[in-house]
């Protein structure tokens, strides 16, 4: 079901992390490639505005709501018909993730770098933005949660979220997003929700829409009636290949937090850990999508048998076993042998995992060693499935190796930093022939007499 990859005897000091990641198991996932159907999408809904945002839904949702922006009453009804103890769960995730996230606001700060010279360093939250919400082979009221709070913890003004109408909803629902996502909206205070998927959600948030218009002529004209979308400044949040190629497309026009691929665990264990605990983390990644990856990286022999065995055992048995199958069993998902822990630390920094778990004797001391992860779960009581829900933490993080070079959600990519410089008459005439000397040196002596004409009266 799940492959072996042997790298035991393997010299993976000689290997820089650009060619042990050639060498680890990762999904055919290639943002570029959605472009050449992306592009006219995002083309046509700049161009034709909330139709072609109603076309695109009814070609690859099989559903067109009656209205794109969702009722308030449609949004209360969802909240009331939750089940009780689903609220109480939203509740408390949206609790401990204020918690968190309000603790990550950086705080302005002044720096005196001369006397009557000082620069100081302000934080100031993105007007508007958009927040996508995830509706396919699953249902994401966290991923709301998710998004929402740390743009609410941020103090941004203006929130909007977009998630594909249903089309299995009955009732008052049909064709608006699924009620549980609704309902998770209304808890948090969001009134501007759409019933708009994929790539066309990127585009509307980006260009705006509005609908049919009526030109001088009396001619309907497209995309020049009433706005039902005002365009956002910033767009978040997780989706399939063609939202992530949608954000690639459009950066730009608008702020993107990142390009999210299939979501990956990497399990980093030794004999200690329980090959029951480590099937079943990596059986729910595996059930998110046929693409999802699931990777164990371990020296013992033991354990990859016992969770191989565990695994047999279990996925017969989960509800989504099919998915679960195709994704364990892809290129993607493998069972990693190296010689000892050391070399597996090395192996989880290069892969760069989105969620990584450490199931090792020493746990909390390996986690502070890792310099590549979305997440990291530290021991035997913390999975990844704590972190999707009700750990506190943010779980729209970097996947497909970018951890490496970007983070996950949280108030920061919120934030606009703004530096603040105030000097007297005084500092300026101490620091001034310095800058004008670095103005000569660049050959760019207009800079030089911007002070002289403040320090000197004139120029030279």
């Given at each position: 079901?799940?492959?072996?990859?042997?790298?035991?005897?393997?010299?993976?000091?000689?290997?820089?992390?650009?060619?042990?990641?050639?060498?680890?198991p990762?999904?055919?996932?290639?943002?570029?490639?959605?472009?050449?159907?992306?592009l006219?999408?995002?083309h046509?809904?700049?161009?034709?505005?909330?139709?072609?945002?109603?076309?695109?839904?009814?070609r690859?949702?099989?559903?067109?709501?009656?209205?794109?922006?969702?009722?308030?009453?449609?949004?209360?009804?969802?909240l009331?018909?939750?089940?009780?103890?689903?609220r109480?769960?939203?509740?408390?995730?949206?609790?401990?993730?204020?918690l968190?996230?309000?603790?990550?606001?950086?705080?302005?700060?002044?720096?005196?770098?001369?006397?009557?010279?000082?620069v100081?360093?302000?934080?100031?939250p993105?007007?508007r933005?958009?927040?996508?919400v995830?509706?396919g082979?699953?249902?994401?009221?966290?991923?709301?949660?998710?998004?929402?709070?740390?743009?609410?913890?941020?103090?941004?003004?203006?929130?909007?979220?977009?998630?594909p109408p249903?089309?299995?909803?009955?009732?008052?629902?049909?064709?608006?997003?699924?009620p549980?996502?609704?309902?998770?909206?209304?808890?948090?205070?969001?009134?501007?929700?759409?019933?708009?998927?994929?790539?066309?959600?990127?585009a509307?948030?980006?260009?705006?829409?509005?609908?049919p218009?009526?030109?001088?002529?009396?001619?309907t004209?497209d995309?020049?009636?009433?706005?039902?979308?005002?365009?956002?400044?910033?767009?978040?949040?997780?989706g399939?290949?063609?939202?992530?190629?949608?954000?690639?497309?459009?950066?730009?026009?608008?702020?993107?937090?990142?390009?999210?691929g299939?979501?990956?665990?990497?399990?980093?264990?030794?004999?200690s850990?329980d090959?029951?605990?480590?099937?079943?983390?990596?059986i729910?990644?595996?059930?998110?999508d046929?693409?999802?990856?699931?990777?164990?990286?371990?020296?013992?022999?033991?354990?990859?048998?016992?969770?191989?065995?565990?695994?047999?055992?279990?996925?017969?048995?989960t509800?989504h076993h099919?998915?679960v199958?195709?994704?364990?069993?892809?290129?993607?998902?493998?069972?990693?042998?190296v010689?000892?822990?050391?070399a597996g630390?090395?192996?989880?920094?290069a892969?760069?995992?989105?969620?990584l778990e450490?199931?090792?004797?020493?746990a909390?001391?390996?986690?502070?060693?890792?310099?590549?992860a979305?997440?990291?779960?530290?021991g035997?009581s913390?999975?990844?499935?704590?972190?999707?829900?009700?750990?506190?933490?943010n779980?729209?993080?970097?996947?497909?190796?970018?951890?490496?070079?970007?983070?996950?959600?949280?108030?920061?990519?919120?934030?606009?930093s703004?530096?603040?410089?105030?000097?007297?008459a005084e500092?300026?005439?101490?620091?001034?022939?310095?800058?004008?000397a670095l103005?000569?040196?660049?050959?760019?002596?207009?800079?030089?007499?911007a002070i002289?004409?403040?320090?000197?009266?004139?120029?030279?």
């Amino acid at each position: 079901m799940i492959s072996r990859l042997d790298l035991r005897g393997t010299a993976l000091s000689d290997l820089d992390n650009r060619r042990l990641r050639e060498v680890l198991p990762r999904a055919d996932f290639d943002v570029a490639d959605a472009l050449e159907v992306v592009l006219p999408i995002c083309h046509a809904v700049r161009g034709r505005g909330a139709a072609a945002v109603r076309e695109f839904g009814e070609r690859f949702d099989g559903v067109v709501p009656d209205r794109l922006r969702v009722p308030a009453e449609v949004s209360a009804a969802a909240l009331e018909s939750l089940d009780p103890q689903v609220r109480a769960a939203l509740e408390e995730s949206i609790r401990r993730a204020r918690l968190v996230h309000a603790d990550q606001m950086p705080a302005e700060h002044v720096t005196d770098v001369a006397p009557g010279g000082r620069v100081g360093q302000r934080w100031i939250p993105v007007e508007r933005v958009g927040l996508y919400v995830p509706g396919g082979l699953a249902v994401y009221p966290s991923s709301v949660v998710m998004n929402v709070v740390p743009a609410q913890e941020a103090g941004v003004r203006s929130l909007a979220v977009a998630s594909p109408p249903q089309r299995d909803n009955t009732g008052v629902f049909t064709g608006y997003p699924h009620p549980t996502v609704l309902a998770a909206c209304e808890l948090l205070g969001v009134d501007e929700v759409y019933a708009v998927g994929g790539a066309q959600a990127v585009a509307m948030f980006a260009y705006g829409a509005r609908e049919p218009g009526v030109g001088a002529d009396g001619a309907t004209l497209d995309n020049a009636g009433e706005v039902v979308c005002e365009p956002v400044d910033l767009v978040t949040g997780p989706g399939n290949v063609y939202v992530a190629s949608a954000k690639r497309a459009l950066r730009g026009v608008i702020g993107i937090d990142a390009e999210a691929g299939p979501t990956e665990i990497a399990v980093l264990a030794d004999d200690s850990a329980d090959p029951q605990h480590v099937a079943a983390d990596l059986i729910s990644q595996a059930e998110h999508d046929t693409l999802a990856a699931s990777v164990l990286v371990t020296d013992s022999v033991a354990l990859a048998e016992g969770v191989e065995t565990a695994l047999a055992e279990r996925v017969a048995l989960t509800k989504h076993h099919e998915r679960v199958t195709a994704a364990l069993s892809g290129r993607q998902s493998a069972i990693v042998l190296v010689d000892d822990l050391d070399a597996g630390q090395r192996v989880v920094d290069a892969y760069g995992a989105e969620h990584l778990e450490i199931q090792t004797r020493d746990a909390a001391q390996r986690a502070r060693a890792v310099r590549n992860a979305g997440a990291i779960f530290v021991g035997a009581s913390t999975p990844v499935s704590l972190g999707d829900y009700s750990a506190g933490s943010n779980h729209v993080l970097p996947t497909s190796g970018t951890a490496a070079f970007s983070s996950g959600l949280s108030v920061h990519a919120f934030l606009r930093s703004v530096q603040v410089i105030d000097y007297t008459a005084e500092a300026l005439a101490a620091v001034g022939p310095g800058v004008v000397a670095l103005s000569h040196a660049e050959d760019l002596p207009a800079h030089g007499e911007a002070i002289l004409a403040r320090t000197e009266g004139g120029t030279r």
